[in-house]
């Protein structure tokens, strides 16, 4: 199995190259998916939310709020402390099992969006960053009805592009239109990923 880290700013264009790796034949582990999982109603951890913030945080249906939830968590770095003391170890523990699910041979991707905050980068055998220009990001994220106020704070709470691109083994280059970047990825898959995951599993002793 080869473990590829996939991250990039807001609206790089991560979750085009994730779609287009799982045509290829990739697993796909979302871990924004993953956050939404470990809260679901009925879950142990959405009832660790509610302990710790209150049944405010509950909408009427009795799912998450999350606006009700950023209101109470965002409000100090204790509670903000708690949030991620209740949410991370249960992100973890659904990313590992997921990723121990996949197949022997399986080129499994972590689609995560703070991997080089969170120091993620020695998980995987290959981190795959995406690039793009500020500006295409914000048209792009515009037409997906994100406001550009919005969308530059959360550029701005990120890390640079510099220090993203310290932290990758590939830099995809999304400056361009969207054919150009499925060529990339499809060039990343058969020229790198596929005999990278053969030599991964080639150099792993038998029975493991
Ligand atoms: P987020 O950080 O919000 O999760 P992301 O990094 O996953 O975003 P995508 O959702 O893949 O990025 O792309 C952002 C938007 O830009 C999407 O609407 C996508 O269809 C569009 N997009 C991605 N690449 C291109 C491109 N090369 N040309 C035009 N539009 C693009």
Redesign the pocket.
């Known amino acids: 199995m080869l473990r590829v880290g996939l991250s990039?700013?807001?609206?790089?264009?991560?979750?085009?190259?994730?779609r287009r790796l799982v045509e290829r034949g990739a697993v796909l582990v979302d871990a924004?998916q993953l956050a939404r999982e470990v809260v679901r109603p009925g879950t142990d951890g959405l009832a660790a939310l509610v302990e710790r913030f209150g049944a405010g945080i509950l909408d009427a249906d009795g799912a998450l709020d999350r606006a009700a939830l950023a209101a109470r968590a965002f409000a100090d770095d204790g509670a903000r402390a708690d949030l991620n003391a209740i949410t991370h170890p249960r992100i973890g523990a659904l990313t590992a099992q997921r990723m121990a699910e996949a197949p022997a041979d399986a080129i499994v991707v972590h689609?995560i969006?703070l991997l080089v905050e969170a120091g993620y980068a020695a998980n995987y055998h290959l981190v795959v960053i995406?690039d793009?220009p500020v500006p295409?990001?914000l048209r792009?994220?515009a037409?997906?009805g994100?406001a550009e106020p919005d969308a530059l704070a959360r550029i701005r709470a990120q890390a640079t592009d510099e220090q993203r691109a310290e932290a990758a083994d590939v830099l995809l280059d999304?400056?361009?239109?969207?054919e150009?970047?499925a060529a990339r990825v499809d060039e990343l898959w058969s020229d790198r990923l596929v005999p990278f995951e053969r030599d991964v599993r080639d150099r792993r002793p038998a029975g493991q």
């Open positions: 990039g700013g807001i609206g790089s264009g991560k979750s085009t190259v994730a924004d689609d969006p995406v793009a295409a990001r792009r994220l037409d997906r994100v999304n400056s361009g239109p969207v150009e970047l």
